[in-house]
């Protein structure tokens, strides 16, 4: 395996920067940015809030397909595309529909622009022209819930009214300067309660854990070994092998533990300032980067398992030092496939390269830096538990909206989010889109979980007498949690590690206090052994 002493601070640099995006949700095509919860529902005014599809067709042919998003007022909009009619548009006059119509409409539906008046009151006017339906065209790029003022009463409008952003808007009026005839559809269709992809995602989560904590668990039980022969065959050289041992594992105590959540924050600051293209392109710079260590360290492990020999001879390259031929055979491979993603990430299928490079780095990440007790990992939960919390809810009230859900998106960046999440598009949902799930999601209690095998391994407990299969068990129910909960709130971006911390730390303390080995967790971290080389040798047949 590759000498990782140039690489850890890298890899740390990483781990501080993925936990940035400990968020899980949906993004779709068309997702509502704007957000109006201080107007209540009244009579007249208690409509949810839909996306719809405007389907186009210019003279007779099929022709591009907008989303918008439908008002708390006027009438619900079909389901189901079947029972949608194609009814032609036309523009109002005046534009803003702040006023009577200069004619009469037939059912036909009006595009208004915003601005100048209520968006009730366009829609009266609407209505009272004879238009059967509303298309309001935003002054901005994004969508906006429009939302009944608070001192309107006897509402009564009977046409749905339908808000678009300004890019379809101008599409529509070029459509109908060139003096065409267009007509549209409206329709909303549901979504499913559950996507596959929820599933899927849950199950890369879950392994990813899984096999990272194995990783982990393995090299210290090898190091443990290791230094038990140099102990019982030269006890004086134990102080030189205990440093050697942990030169290429990180080791996070109470103080990086707070500092981590601090340094993520501004990181996440600095991130929502900047969002433009540009910073996107300089973070997808920098996911290659992590990326293409994370990929070379784990196929470098991997494959050194047939080619031993490759793997531990050595070679001096300037700047990265000592480097196996085996990385010098890997690296060119692992650099062109972050390449290649980077080129066509934009492409349908370029989500299955970033989750490749994602999981591969949260493994490195895993194997490379620790926890070295149950008090660090108490104190590094905790503290993400509450940045969580405030970057994903609070943060609405100091920024007016969630910074940690705008950064995950990538709004006011024109691209699809930054590259620091695993994301699988919905494959049942009619209106696309990704559900995503945060690095920091998967690598901050997999840091716990990982040492619960550790410990597991050492103190040579059986999987049902240890902590790891308990610890895993109470991570996926939290991410079940979560998703749940993801679907009750009609797919607003949910802070993971509000279901996952306490479903995970608090197993691992209740267990902890129950079995009596709470005070060796939280203190040492570390069994005592009496006979370590023996015992640990024989911790396969107990498993």
């Known amino acids: 395996m590759m000498d990782l002493k140039g690489v850890f601070g890298l890899i740390f640099l990483w781990a501080g920067l993925l936990i940035l995006l400990s968020n899980t949700g949906r993004v779709y095509a068309g997702d509502i940015v704007h957000d109006d919860n201080l107007a209540p529902k009244k009579p007249g005014c208690e409509n949810d809030f839909v996306l719809v599809k405007v389907q186009t067709w210019v003279d007779g042919i099929e022709d591009e397909e907008f989303v918008g998003v439908g008002a708390r007022f006027g009438t619900t909009i079909v389901s189901k595309e079947k029972n949608a009619n194609q009814t032609h548009l036309f523009l109002s006059d005046p534009r803003d529909c702040c006023g009577p119509a200069n004619k009469k409409f037939d059912g036909d539906i009006l595009m208004v622009d915003r601005g100048n008046c209520k968006f009730t009151t366009k829609a009266n006017f609407a209505q009272a022209a004879g238009a059967s339906a509303v298309l309001i065209i935003n002054n901005e790029k994004e969508l906006y819930k429009m939302v009944c003022e608070p001192d ?35 329709y909303s269709p549901r979504r499913p309660v559950v996507d596959i ?47 050697n041992s942990g030169s290429s594992v990180v080791d996070i105590n109470t103080t990086s533990a707070i500092l981590f959540v601090v340094v993520a924050s501004c990181f996440l600051i600095l991130i929502y300032k900047l969002m433009s293209y540009w910073f996107i392109e300089l973070l997808v710079v920098l996911f290659c980067i992590g990326g293409v260590e994370g990929l070379q360290t784990c196929l470098v492990a991997f494959l050194s398992r047939w080619f031993k020999q490759a793997g531990e001879s050595f070679i001096k390259v300037p700047v990265f030092g000592a480097v196996s031929y085996l990385t010098l055979a890997v690296a060119p491979f692992c650099i062109a496939f972050a390449v290649v993603w980077a080129v066509y990430r934009d492409v349908s299928f370029a989500w299955i390269g970033q989750d490749i490079l994602g999981i591969a780095l949260i493994i490195t990440v895993l194997q490379i830096v620790r926890i070295p007790n149950l008090k660090v990992g108490t104190v590094l939960l905790s503290c993400a538990f509450i940045y969580d919390i405030f970057w994903v809810f609070v943060s609405k009230k100091l920024f007016k909206e969630s910074v940690m859900i705008v950064v995950a998106r990538g709004d006011r960046s024109g691209e699809d989010g930054i590259p620091m999440l695993l994301k699988i598009p919905r494959l049942f949902d009619p209106w696309g889109g990704y559900s995503i799930i945060g690095f920091g999601d998967i690598l901050l209690p997999g840091l716990l979980v990982a040492f619960s095998l550790r410990y597991d391994w050492l103190a040579n407990k059986s999987l049902r007498a240890g902590y790891f299969l308990w610890a895993m068990f109470a991570y996926g129910l939290g991410l079940l949690i979560t998703y749940v909960a993801l679907n009750l709130m009609d797919g607003h971006g949910q802070p993971a590690l509000l279901y996952i911390v306490p479903f995970t730390l608090g197993t691992f303390l209740a267990l902890g206090r129950k079995r009596g080995d709470l005070k060796i967790l939280w203190t040492r971290g570390e069994p005592d ?14 498993l």
């Open 152 to 186: 309107e009463t006897d509402l009564d409008i009977h046409i749905p009214a339908v808000m678009l952003p300004q890019d379809a808007g101008a599409t529509l009026e070029k459509m109908l300067s060139n003096g065409s005839s267009v007509s549209v559809q409206l």
């Open 197 to 243: 992809a929820e599933v899927f995602l849950w199950l890369m989560a879950v392994g990813t854990i899984l096999c990272a904590s194995y990783w982990s668990a393995w090299s210290a039980r090898e190091a443990a070994i290791e230094q038990d022969k140099f102990l019982k065959d030269a006890p004086d050289e134990l102080p030189n092998i205990k440093g």
């Open 529 to 542: 052994r009496v006979c370590p080389h023996v015992r640990l040798e024989s911790t396969q047949e107990s």
